[in-house]
């Protein structure tokens, strides 16, 4: 028998379809009235397709974990499908994103979506409308768009757009990526230009010990949001000297187990080992001083996403996880050892 909420999902992702297209057709308009509420169409659209997307995993994962008759109502206890908005509570477009990415760690950062909240939150709290950031919190939303989709097989991202929008949004994702493309060559070009002004009056000798030691110092930034951050020298493509490549290490789902044995043949102990992706995120060079995000990093020759020739053994919290062990499990080990 279907559960009441089963159609949940479908209702959220209508719900967002209507006012992305709402957004997409009235973010150029002349009315200031007319673009508030594109704003808020946007963040609408942003947040009913993340929680369409949760809700298709489970209904029940929507609701606030601090409502315990929140999580009741839209579990599958419920079986008479009522539910009362004055006392349900739900999570908040973050936290659902957050969940998101706990089902599909390739999810990327929320850094377009984030934009979008903030382009609706202006609109919504002082009926602020900038025309270019709406503008550019629509592309923003088209990408986001895509990605989302790309989570539940059952959402079709061409219906969600309809015939008529699919075009305008097809056309402002090219115009991003060509932005995109524009930027990463001005970038280049500047921290080209940039490293020739370097130590003009310094002997050749003098010159190359100087930018080893540049090349020397460690990466800045950081690159927060994954888990598995990591960074390797590259040579920049920029100046030619060595940089850093920041990447995400993201686990597969091929998990092996390796025993060890002792001499009488007994297992001792057991590895367990996986195969690992590594997914570019930003670049930087501490002698031109380059910079670059993820979406342009990925632009650059020679830099893609790779899998590591080798499996590597899970440690730390991965491994915990893998066995099941929580938090509870370990404080009660270290009591009773």
């Given at each position: 028998m279907a559960h009441p909420f089963d159609s949940l999902p479908a209702r959220l992702w209508e719900a967002s379809a209507s006012s992305a297209r709402y957004a997409v057709s009235h973010y150029a308009d002349a009315d200031n009235q007319v673009l508030i509420r594109a704003a808020l169409s946007l963040g609408h659209a942003a947040e009913q397709l993340i929680m369409a997307c949760v809700a298709s995993v489970d209904p029940a994962l929507l609701a606030d974990g601090k409502f315990p008759a929140a999580r009741y109502a839209l579990s599958k206890g419920n079986v008479s499908g009522t539910l009362d908005i004055h006392t349900l509570r739900t999570i908040t477009w973050g936290e659902g994103y957050t969940l998101l990415r706990q089902i599909d760690p390739k999810l990327k950062e929320p850094t377009d979506i984030k934009f979008v909240m903030e382009t609706r939150n202006a609109a919504a709290h002082i009926a602020l409308v900038d025309p270019a950031d709406l503008a550019d919190a629509v592309v923003k939303l088209a990408h986001a768009v895509g990605q989302l989709h790309s989570l539940v097989p059952t959402f079709v991202e061409n219906d969600y757009w309809g015939p008529t929008h699919l075009s305008v949004v097809t056309g402002l994702r090219d115009a991003r990526a060509d932005k995109v493309k524009m930027e990463l060559n001005a970038k280049l070009l500047a921290a080209t230009e940039y490293f020739g002004t370097l130590f003009p009056s310094m002997s050749a000798a003098d010159r190359e010990t100087v930018l080893v030691t540049m090349e020397a110092r460690k990466p800045s930034r950081t690159v927060s949001g994954r888990d598995g951050d990591a960074w390797e020298p590259q040579e920049c493509p920029a100046c030619g000297r060595l940089g850093y490549l920041h990447y995400a290490l993201e686990n597969q789902e091929d998990f092996e187990e390796?025993?060890?044995?002792?001499?009488?043949?007994?297992?001792?102990?057991?590895?367990?080992?996986?195969?690992?992706?590594?997914?570019?995120l930003a670049f930087e060079c501490p002698v031109c001083g380059l910079d670059l995000e993820e979406d342009e990093v990925v632009l650059v020759d020679g830099i893609e996403t790779f899998l590591a020739e080798e499996k590597v053994p899970l440690e730390d919290d991965a491994l915990r996880s893998y066995w099941g062990y929580d938090e509870d499990y370990e404080r009660d080990f270290e009591r009773w050892k």
């Open positions: 390796i025993p060890d044995h002792d001499k009488y043949g007994n297992v001792e102990n057991v590895h367990v080992v996986v195969s690992v992706e590594w997914i570019p």
